[in-house]
């Protein structure tokens, strides 16, 4: 007999919403720590970075209260609500709502960095 067993899916994925960005379980499992998160975009790579902050960092003052944004957490996803903040995406990679419900992409966690690498190249169906 060859078996060969299935592990379960170790692989992140972050889906976009017009309303807001999902975190698989994988995905989100980076943030249990964290305090709050920033948001931003590495034009050059084409990725979308989400950084974890603990609350010290958050609150030494280097960020506005626009900069943040809330990470809730559940036991099998996380949530970044903000529909202005998947506008703001949307002026870096396109993204139709009218076309599809929801964008899903690969990520890999940056431990040195301490943020979600989301590969917008990369979608996944």
Not at 36 to 61: H, P
Not at 72 to 95: A, Q, T
């Amino acid at each position: 007999m060859d078996i060969m067993w299935f592990s379960k899916d170790l692989q992140g994925v972050v889906s976009i919403y017009e309303t807001n960005i999902t975190l698989n379980t994988v995905a989100s499992s980076y943030f249990k720590t964290a305090y709050t998160t920033l948001i931003g975009y590495d034009k050059s790579k084409n990725i979308l970075l989400i950084k974890a902050l603990n609350k010290e960092d958050a609150t030494l003052g280097k960020f506005t209260e626009n900069d943040l944004h809330t990470v809730s957490l559940k036991p099998s996803y996380g949530r970044i609500n903000g529909k202005r903040l998947v506008s703001n995406i949307m002026k870096f990679y396109p993204l139709d709502f009218a076309k599809k419900n929801l964008y899903k992409f690969p990520c890999d966690w940056d431990a040195s960095q301490k943020y979600l690498k989301v590969y917008l190249d990369k979608e996944v169906s």
